[in-house]
Nanobody, 121 residues
């Protein structure tokens, strides 16, 4: 599976942004898809995941602000980010896993190249 994330950019606090991740291959719907982010000097952290059937899950830090969705027919997963905060500034990565509902980066086998999101105050 090859993944390509795009849609990042510079926004102001309170704005919204939608990231997309396009996947290659015919088995996209069988993968759990996740979004992670990594800020400078910090560990890569989980921000959203979605099962092949569309069940989404989030950590408390973004729940209620971020929404993950997928279109299996288009081999694409999205991350809608609302009410953005400066602390959301990071490189965002999409990733694919065979582990059900995983939040751990070690469970994700395929990664996109990342897209930078910068939120100004």
């Amino acid at each position: 599976v090859q993944l390509q994330a795009f849609g990042g950019g510079l926004v102001q606090a309170g704005d919204s942004l939608r990231l997309s991740c396009a996947a290659s291959g015919r088995t996209f719907s069988t993968y759990v898809m996740g979004w992670f982010r990594q800020a400078p000097g910090k560990e890569r952290e989980f921000v959203a995941g979605i099962t092949g059937s569309g069940v989404a899950y989030y950590p408390p830090s973004v729940k209620g602000r971020f929404t993950i969705s997928r279109e299996n027919a288009k081999n694409t997963v999205y991350l809608q980010m609302n009410s953005l905060k400066p602390e959301d500034t990071a490189v965002y990565y999409c990733a694919a896993s065979r582990v059900a509902a995983s939040t751990h980066k070690v469970d994700y086998d395929y990664w996109g190249q990342g897209t930078l999101v910068t939120v100004s105050s």
